[in-house]
């Protein structure tokens, strides 16, 4: 049955099963699609666009959640229950958690810290047309002391780590060959910050009597889908990818 729906609806956008399920899988894979990230996603995202009602309707079976940005092209999935900034949840919470995890402190504490320097660039104009606000590492640290009291971490390989992560969440983008541990190095923070820290715990983070925020505090304004659970080989994209 659900064969011949998705084969009589997918006929007239002249796409096939192999084509639908490609999308399907990169979203449940990776949580979310930028169509800026790379050609690989690019084509998967207009491809979603063809298929959209299809894609919602598939999830929606599940409880899984979609926020589709237009503007800045990108499309991010929610597990039932997750908090959602800008968007109402019509069902009631789960009992449990279920399939959401939670960030560690050390990535609560970095994803509201570039929320707080996105934030600051929206107001100064320093975005560029698809909605990106770069960032130095050296900044990053002067803000992340002064918000938070805490410090990137000192190792390479565990610094490189945070950001793979971040970057794969597409929260930020860095070129690879950059030494993270250089202050001159720089990041990208994207869009799609907005959708991990609520405008209400902003408010909090900045407030003039809100004192330093603890990142445990906070870690619920960062609802990451239980895909976004990955290794390092996961998180490592080709270069057929991006080229």
């Not at 900034?85 to 960030?103: L, V, W």
């Amino acid at each position: 049955m659900l064969d011949e729906y998705l084969t009589e609806h997918l006929q007239p956008l002249n796409l096939s099963r192999e084509e639908f399920s490609e999308v399907l899988f990169r979203l449940l894979d990776y949580g979310v699609l930028c169509r800026d990230e790379s050609h690989t996603e690019a084509a998967l995202y207009d491809r979603y666009l063809q298929c959209s009602g299809l894609v919602e309707d598939y999830l929606s079976v599940l409880g899984v959640r979609i926020q589709h940005d237009r503007q800045f092209a990108f499309v991010r999935l929610f597990p039932p229950g997750a908090t959602i900034p800008g968007m109402a949840d019509e069902d009631s919470a789960p009992f449990n958690s279920g399939f959401r995890i939670r960030p560690t402190q050390q990535e609560v504490a970095v994803i509201l810290v570039l929320r707080t320097e996105y934030q600051k660039s929206l107001r100064e104009g320093q975005v560029d047309e698809k909605g990106r606000a770069m960032l130095s590492l050296e900044g990053l640290a002067i803000a992340m002391n002064n918000l938070l009291k805490r410090s990137l971490p000192e190792g390479q390989v565990e610094r490189k780590n945070l950001f793979r992560r971040l970057r794969q969440l597409r929260l930020i983008q860095f070129n690879m060959d950059d030494d993270l541990d250089s202050d001159e190095s720089w990041l990208s923070i994207q869009p799609g910050i907005t959708s991990f820290v609520s405008d209400e715990v902003l408010e909090t983070l900045l407030g003039d009597d809100a004192g330093v925020v603890e990142p445990d505090e906070a870690a619920s304004a960062a609802p990451i889908p239980a895909s976004q659970m990955f290794n390092d080989n996961d998180a490592r994209e080709t270069d057929e990818e991006k080229n």
